[in-house]
């Protein structure tokens, strides 16, 4: 029975049913249940029940009334996402007041109105994965083993867990991303990258190779550009970390530098610079094969400005306050979303006159230009790959 049918078949059937006496309405419920195959109770609500005979005007929906999916919300937040490529949604919710004051109605197709934003101050992390669901499949985002184990220097080294102070800058964690493709035969471009882990500061410098030299001369020029002074240095086993140049270049100096070393193949022991392997190098450079030399300084050229603005600008990263066993579970409470340059302002740590640096450096970014020109970068680099 098509459902037409059977919506005419219940109407006739609820007049015969309003108009019959106790005995005829039990042989009516009957016949209405084998006809249409309903419940028993089932079939005496409906025939109880005012049928809405307009099918044009359907019964309204319950729930409260629907607050933020306004065309230009979603838009907004659909920019949003994917300028600041692809975060989850309570970073989002530390990002909007942020990305709002650089928003431009014209770079986008739908207006964002003054409504619009009061809303967009108390939207929550579930509403923003409630409206970006259906897109969450659209957009996609841009493994072998490249460690060499060290020698005897790594009695000189030690291993150290935990050991550093997770509330005063200074104290970073190093790794180096292959960008080797689906190969390490021959030269191919390094990714050295740091993280603070106190205020998730990040940097990251393109390597040709992984030589002690090279590495070297990139740590030098990332440090002279921190907003602190390092105090702890932490790698995994590689070689490109465990040599004597880079032991002489932390100990041999008026304020010595803390070096010390992960457990071999514990990943975990790194977990800061790890996380920022993928959310920073893998998911903005990607998994290419990058073996020109040229674009050596076309990539060092992403790093040390966009990039480097970005992340350490824009992007609020969660941190781990703790985390227990409880049965089968394991009970995680993050931070809330706090991007490195206002950590390193709430600081006690950092001198006033960087503070002010950094500020009147904040003051004249504009993140959606920003994360525009990384593109724009990225797409030469790409180019020059798939030739």
Request: proline share 4%; charged share 30%.
């Amino acid at each position: 029975m098509s459902e037409k049918s059977r919506w005419e078949y219940y109407l006739k059937m609820r007049i015969r049913y309003q108009k019959a006496n106790k005995e005829e309405k039990q042989k009516l419920i009957d016949e209405f249940c084998e006809v249409c195959g309903y419940h028993r109770k089932y079939a005496i609500m409906k025939l109880n029940k005012t049928p809405n005979i307009n099918k044009d005007n359907p019964r309204k929906k319950c729930g409260r009334k629907a607050k933020y999916n306004t065309p230009g919300i979603i838009e907004f937040l659909k920019t949003l996402w994917r300028a600041t490529n692809l975060i989850c949604s309570k970073r989002m919710v530390a990002s909007i007041p942020i990305w709002l004051q650089h928003y431009r109605v014209e770079e986008v197709e739908l207006r964002l109105t003054e409504n619009d934003k009061k809303k967009l101050e108390s939207i929550s992390s579930s509403t923003i994965d409630r409206l970006l669901k259906k897109y969450r499949n659209k957009f996609g985002r841009r493994g072998l083993c490249t460690k060499k184990p060290g020698s005897m220097i790594k009695q000189i080294i030690p291993i150290n867990t935990d050991q550093w102070d997770a509330t005063k800058p200074g104290y970073i964690e190093a790794d180096t991303v292959a960008h080797y493709g689906n190969s390490v035969k021959g030269d191919y471009i390094n990714s050295l990258n740091i993280v603070d882990i106190a205020t998730g500061w990040t940097s990251q410098r393109a390597l040709w190779g992984k030589g002690e030299a090279v590495v070297m001369k990139a740590m030098q020029d990332i440090e002279e550009n921190l907003p602190f002074r390092i105090l702890g240095f932490d790698s995994d086993n590689g070689s490109e970390f465990l040599n004597y140049r880079l032991i002489k270049y932390f100990k041999e100096r008026k304020h010595k530098v803390a070096f010390t070393r992960s457990r071999p193949n514990k990943k975990n022991d790194n977990a800061h610079v790890e996380q920022k392997n993928w959310t920073i190098v893998r998911q903005y450079i990607g998994y290419a094969r990058l073996d020109n030399f040229l674009m050596t300084g076309m990539l060092n050229d992403i790093y040390k400005k966009e990039l480097h603005q970005l992340t350490n600008f824009f992007l609020p990263p969660m941190k781990l306050i703790f985390k227990e066993r409880v049965g089968s579970k394991i009970i995680k409470k993050h931070s809330k979303p706090e991007t490195p340059y206002s950590r390193i302002l709430e600081s006690k740590y950092v001198e006033e006159k960087v503070k002010k640096k950094l500020q009147k450096q904040f003051n004249k970014m504009d993140p959606y230009k920003i994360q525009k020109r990384i593109s724009k970068k990225m797409d030469a680099i790409l180019e020059m790959t798939y030739k």
